[in-house]
């Protein structure tokens, strides 16, 4: 089915580990983003990518990094975890004018 | 930046019975997009309605209509007829229309609980 894969669904991190968070889509989407989700604070843009090669902060950046190296995948990079960044990320992408298509999500724990 | 405000942190319905939620934003721009999403206990988001700011037409998707009113800045999600599968936790959602404004802006959510 077309639409945007996000993995892991679940994830634990000591302090100080690194992982990536693999985001696809098939759609063809120039624009991509990721959110984090926490409890009465909504979702948080992180960064996003209008397209292969370009990048920008969003909200909420420190601690994160991104690449765009093709249209389909747009991973997101956690350099150092803290458990600050204990929370649900989201990978959503766009084409058009529609809203967001959602991946699944992520439920990260660092510890 | 924009904001959005959802006033409501918890809500609840009698199944069948018809549910508003609200949403009002902030924003100085003539041109943009208002979105409601839900997300259910399964944590996926799902787009339930979306509005466009230059049309007067209020949406409506089956169940699910807005009340998009410009001036006031408000757009409010409408559910008639509430059955279980509506409990969820839903997002009101503002995008600007402009080509480089693909920022979603959201709200802090409100949670619907439907009484079978």
């Known amino acids: 089915n077309a639409g945007v894969t996000q993995t892991p669904k679940f994830q634990v991190l000591k302090t100080g580990q690194s992982m990536t968070l693999q985001c696809a889509q098939d759609?063809?989407?120039?624009?991509m983003s990721w959110y984090r989700q926490d409890p009465g604070m909504g979702l948080r843009l992180i960064h996003y990518?209008?397209?292969?090669?370009?990048?920008d902060q969003g909200e909420v950046p420190n601690g994160y990094n991104v690449s765009r190296s093709t249209t389909e995948d747009f991973p997101l990079r956690l350099l150092s975890a803290a458990p600050s960044q204990t929370s649900v990320y989201f990978c959503?992408?766009?084409?058009?004018?529609?809203?967001?298509?959602f991946g699944s999500g992520t439920r990260l724990t660092v510890v | 930046a924009q904001t959005v405000t959802q006033s409501q942190p918890e809500m609840s319905v009698q199944e069948a019975e018809t549910v508003t939620l609200s949403c009002t934003y902030d924003?100085?721009?003539?041109?943009?997009?208002l979105f409601w999403y839900k997300q259910p206990p399964s944590r996926q988001m799902i787009l339930v309605i979306r509005?466009?700011?230059?049309?007067?037409q209020n949406a409506t998707e089956n169940r699910f209509s807005v009340n998009f009113q410009k001036a006031a800045k408000s757009f409010s999600l409408k559910i008639s007829d509430s059955q279980l599968g509506d409990a969820a936790m839903y997002f009101c959602?503002?995008?600007?229309?402009?080509?480089?404004?693909?920022?979603?802006?959201f709200g802090t959510g409100t949670s619907l609980t439907v009484i079978p």
């Open positions: 959503a992408s766009m084409g058009g004018r529609a809203g967001y298509t």
């Open positions: 759609m063809n989407h120039e624009y």
């Open positions: 990518s209008v397209g292969a090669g370009i990048t």
């Open positions: 924003t100085s721009e003539s041109d943009y997009y």
């Open positions: 509005q466009e700011a230059y049309k007067q």
């Open positions: 959602a503002y995008r600007s229309a402009r080509n480089t404004g693909n920022q979603f802006y």
